[in-house]
């Protein structure tokens, strides 16, 4: 696996099932995996650069998909998860990842807030803010 995971803290099973989530997506991210993308993001999805720039769940998978985006590996740091009503959650933590983004290669650490919802028990990342 190319996600590593920073934590000094305890998580409930909830938070860990919002962790696993945001593993897998950053997994497939790192795969090009079209079809793990399209199953952990709402159809909704955004996507908040570090620029500003903001991408649609399409946008962003065919930066991934064209190699205008490219991830090697990932480190999830110190994340904190509130699940509230059992069917949302906030996922906030510094995530650096090893990249190659429009063609700069470089290691960025990334000021993470994404928001998920649960469907039918399963996890959704529906937008991801830098």
């Known amino acids: ?9 305890k998580l409930d099973d909830s938070q860990m ?7 897998q997506f950053q997994q497939a991210m790192i795969d090009k995996d079209e079809s793990s993308l399209n199953d952990i993001m709402d159809d909704s999805y955004t996507l908040t650069h570090m620029s500003g720039k903001v991408q649609t769940k399409q946008e962003y998978i065919e930066d991934i998909l ?29 995530v650096e990842l090893d990249a190659k983004v429009y ?21 959704y990342l529906s937008k991801w803010d830098n």
């Open 1 to 9: 696996m190319d996600v590593s995971v920073i934590l000094n803290s």
């Open 17 to 23: 099932e919002v962790l696993e989530r945001f593993k």
């Open 66 to 94: 064209n190699g205008v985006l490219n991830y090697y590996h990932s480190t999830i740091i110190e994340p904190t998860i509130i699940v509230t009503e059992d069917m949302y959650a906030k996922f906030t933590a510094d």
């Open 103 to 123: 063609g700069i290669k470089g290691n960025w650490t990334l000021d993470t807030d994404v928001t998920m919802k649960k469907i039918e028990d399963v996890w």
